[in-house]
């Protein structure tokens, strides 16, 4: 059963303000108490928190009511009626400003008051709900675009948003890295499910917080592997430092951890720059991805790499060498690309 509503009034005169506080209680109502003062009105509508203010926009002293309903309005989220003799078009412009639930002119009629009542209250309960489905849907909509975000990359999600696709985008040079764990089947067998997960887990954090460090995306993770892209969606012509540096900051971490932990794990980084083309495949279940024979070296960089190495292609060497120590490692044949000179990422030069 609702309650019933609790009005405040404010009014200067106080025969005036017994006979509205009489009508108002004659009506239904409960009177929350009557005060002739602006900063009074104010402070009984924070300590009671009333439904309804019915104010006088003459008080005594130097706050008018206009100025105690603006405050009453916007901070406490009360609604306010005016009741007053004022009816020059100067008060009812400043009145206005303030949004007030009614305007009625004294002397009052109990029918119209009484209808002022019922309407501000019923306009301002819809006035809430309106505002708390507002939030809902807000807090809905941010947990989409935070769902989108973590899924594709913070421009693709926005593209996204706006277009309802995403147009496949051809990039001249970008730098793809992939990871994969030595001996991650035997690793594998020696945990319970419960525990080789949350080491993935708390080994991948690592990794997504050094990705977001060095601006690069992850693309995709396959079982206990990355591919992650530099220089896309979003250009940048340091996309192989940043790719470089994250492949180091990545091998660091693991050789630290392994020092303290039970469970070993060491993982090969194969690294190439090439042309590539990106974009979202899917109808119901998007995946932003990435294919051409850049994919395909940098997949093969990462087989022929060892434990705790960054084994690059020469293309990248040319763009890296200047900012990292890098040892040549082999010549090897990739089908359809011919013999690439391959090198083993040393370390940051001096500086760097």
């Known amino acids: 059963m609702a309650s019933t509503p609790n009005i405040l009034i404010a009014e200067d005169e106080n025969i005036i303000a017994i006979d509205i506080a009489n009508t108002i209680k004659r009506l239904g109502y409960k009177v929350a108490g009557t005060v002739r003062k602006g900063p009074e009105v104010i402070e009984k509508a924070i300590k009671l928190k009333p439904d309804l203010v019915i104010m006088d926009i003459i008080l005594v002293g130097d706050m008018t ?31 206005k400003v303030t949004e007030p639930f009614g305007y009625i002119i004294k002397p009052f009629e109990r029918n119209a008051l009484h209808t002022s009542i019922e309407m501000a209250l019923y306009k301002h309960k819809m006035n809430s709900e309106l505002k708390r489905r507002t939030m809902e849907l807000e807090k809905e909509r941010d947990k989409t675009n935070n769902l989108l975000r973590n899924i594709f990359p ?52 690592i990794f997504d917080s050094i990705i977001e460090k060095h601006n690069v995306e992850k693309l995709k993770t396959i079982g206990d592997s990355y591919l992650i892209g530099g220089g896309l969606p979003i250009e940048s012509d340091q996309h192989a430092v940043q790719i470089i540096s994250t492949a180091l900051d990545m091998i660091g971490y693991l050789t630290k951890r392994n020092e303290s932990s039970v469970h070993k794990w060491k993982m090969r980084v194969g690294i190439h720059s090439g042309s590539a083309v990106a974009g979202i495949v899917g109808k119901n279940k998007f995946t932003y991805d990435v294919w051409g024979s850049t994919v395909n070296i940098a997949s093969v960089m990462e087989k022929k790499s060892l434990p705790g190495k960054i084994n690059i292609t020469s293309a990248t060497y040319e763009l890296i060498k200047d900012h990292f120590k890098c040892n040549y490692h082999e010549k090897i044949e990739i089908f359809g690309n011919g013999l690439i000179d391959t090198y083993f990422v040393e370390g940051r030069k001096t500086g760097e």
């Open 65 to 95: 009511g206009i100025e105690a309903a603006q405050i009453i309005i916007s901070t406490l989220d009360i609604p306010v009626i005016y009741l007053t003799a004022l009816t020059d078009e100067e008060t009812l412009q400043k009145a």
């Open 154 to 205: 913070a421009s693709i999600a926005d593209e996204l948003k706006v277009n309802g696709y995403i147009q496949p985008r051809e990039f001249s040079c970008v730098t793809l890295l992939f990871t994969d764990f030595q001996g991650f089947t035997s690793l594998a067998s020696n945990m319970s499910p419960t525990k080789l997960v949350e080491e993935l887990n708390d080994i991948f954090k």
